[in-house]
């Protein structure tokens, strides 16, 4: 039903609710009178532009460019919401457009992770001479200051996926490390630490790797590798593995090593050339050398040789070289798959 219809069909003039009280009890169970976070979301679904221009009567009836008029209740779904504004956001082509979204419709908790995550990607694809251009303009914008606002009192009811995602583009978009909001969130952080799932905890890390080593982010370092090293045990996937290696470095004690390599070796047929190219490349910005592991990798990176671009395969050889690793089956193939490119 259009919102036009609607308007025609259950309008409302406010002096006619007292009309609406007198009438018998009997009578009244023809009109509803609905929640009023229920008629929100209804408008919403119908015409999410007009979010923010709803204000709500002590009436259970919701005002609208002067118009009064009731919903029926449970036509409205959360889900349908959160996909028309990130409908809406996809269509933001700056991270000012963004803003201006931000400003002109409020985003909810589950949907402030997404607006960062816009800001940051449309920043990302401009040249860095309009990236450095838009990150200045958005510490000066004052919709900025207002959606950090929402993402600090919005962080209690934040699930932790989108938690880690806000810190790691706020981290991007230049927010400054001693800032209150970033504080809080590496704070929340580390008292949801041992409820982080994978994800979570790879898009933390790659967050912590950005920041400089304040107290809190150190406290939040000191706790993964404790949890890390808790769980090494009972890791399961690749990426869990990955994680460890990310997180112990190149400097973790010996016997944590050992407990890597075993995992790696249980873990060999799981292992894709995705993963294998992924390992190395973390092995070596960690500076961490193991030979077992590295074997299992180039195994699995010559057996699926001619599914690598070559431009991959040079970074692969390059990650190797400081790695200080050699594997004549794995040269040999690269330097076929060279010959034959340029022939």
Same mark, same amino acid.
């Given at each position: 039903?259009? *919102?036009?219809?609607?308007? #025609?069909? =259950? #309008?409302?003039? $406010? ?11 009997? @009578? ?12 929100a /979301?209804?408008?919403? &679904?119908? %015409? #999410? ?6 204000? %709500?009567?002590?009436?259970g ?5 002067? &118009? ?7 036509? !409205? ?5 959160? *996909? *028309? ?12 457009? $963004? ?13 402030? &992770? %997404? ?7 449309? +920043? /990302?694809?401009?040249?860095?001479e ?19 606002? %929402? ?12 938690m ?14 001693? @800032? ?14 041992n ?14 790797? #950005?920041?400089?080593n304040? +107290?809190n ?13 808790a ?15 990310? $997180? ?25 050339? !995705?993963?294998?190219?992924? =390992? ?17 990798c ?10 690598i ?16 690793? /050699?594997? $004549?089956?794995?040269? @040999? ?5 060279? +010959? @034959?490119?340029? +022939?």
């Amino acid at each position: 039903m259009s *919102l036009n219809v609607m308007r #025609r069909s =259950l #309008r409302l003039s $406010v002096n006619s609710w007292k009309t609406f009280s007198d009438i018998s009890q009997s @009578s009244r169970r023809h009109f509803v009178r609905v929640d009023e976070t229920m008629v929100a /979301k209804e408008l919403a &679904s119908i %015409n #999410r532009p007009v979010r923010s221009q709803w204000q %709500n009567s002590s009436l259970g009836t919701l005002q609208l460019n002067d &118009s009064v008029f009731s919903l029926e209740e449970g036509s !409205s779904d959360p889900k349908n919401e959160e *996909l *028309l504004y990130y409908e809406l956001l996809e269509e933001c082509n700056s991270p000012l457009e $963004v803003l201006e979204l931000s400003q002109r419709q409020p985003p909810l908790p589950a949907e402030i &992770s %997404n607006c960062l995550t816009r800001m940051w990607t449309c +920043a /990302k694809m401009a040249s860095e001479e309009q990236r450095r251009r838009h990150l200045q303009l958005i510490l000066k914008h004052p919709g900025f200051e207002l959606l950090l606002q %929402n993402a600090m009192t919005s962080l209690g009811v934040m699930q932790n996926e989108d938690m880690a995602y806000s810190l790691l583009s706020m981290v991007h978009l230049g927010v400054p490390e001693k @800032s209150r909001v970033v504080q809080m969130y590496l704070r929340t952080c580390q008292e949801r630490l041992n409820d982080l799932d994978e994800k979570s905890l790879s898009i933390l890390v790659s967050c912590l790797e #950005r920041l400089d080593n304040t +107290a809190n982010v150190n406290a939040l370092k000191r706790g993964l590798r404790l949890l890390v090293e808790a769980r090494l045990e009972e890791m399961e996937s690749v990426s869990a593995l990955q994680i460890a290696v990310r $997180v112990l470095g190149g400097d973790m004690p010996l016997d944590i090593k050992r407990k890597i390599e075993r995992k790696a070796f249980q873990m060999a047929e799981r292992f894709d050339v !995705s993963n294998a190219q992924y =390992l190395i490349f973390t092995m070596a910005d960690m500076g961490f050398r193991s030979r077992p592991l590295l074997d299992i990798c180039s195994q699995r990176i010559v057996e699926n040789m001619a599914e690598i671009p070559l431009k991959r395969l040079l970074k692969v050889t390059a990650a190797f070289r400081e790695l200080r690793y /050699k594997n $004549v089956a794995l040269m @040999s193939a690269v330097s076929d798959r060279k +010959a @034959s490119a340029i +022939a």
